[in-house]
């Protein structure tokens, strides 16, 4: 069988991630304040860590890797 040289992305996914106990109480903190689910407090949260992602040139992603994100 052939390798496949690229795949389809779907138009929807889901991923596990493990928080740590203060990280978990700051979500919940920020569902509750903005009356968010929590759900969507994190597609928030990734979508402003993509957005800072392709804000910066990859001359300083190069340098920094990803503390060039917390600046």
């Known amino acids: 069988m052939a ?3 690229s795949y389809e992305t779907p138009s929807s996914g889901r991923v596990a991630i493990t928080l740590d106990k203060r990280q978990f109480k700051e979500v919940k903190k ?3 304040e903005f009356e ?3 759900s969507e407090v994190f597609q928030l949260a990734v979508n402003l860590l993509i ?3 392709n804000a910066l040139s990859t ?3 190069d ?3 990803k503390d060039a994100l917390f600046e």
């Open 3 to 5: 390798r496949r040289k």
């Open 36 to 38: 968010l689910p929590e």
């Open 63 to 65: 340098e920094k890797g």
């Open 30 to 32: 920020i569902s509750i």
């Open 59 to 61: 001359e300083v992603l």
């Open 51 to 53: 957005e800072r992602f």
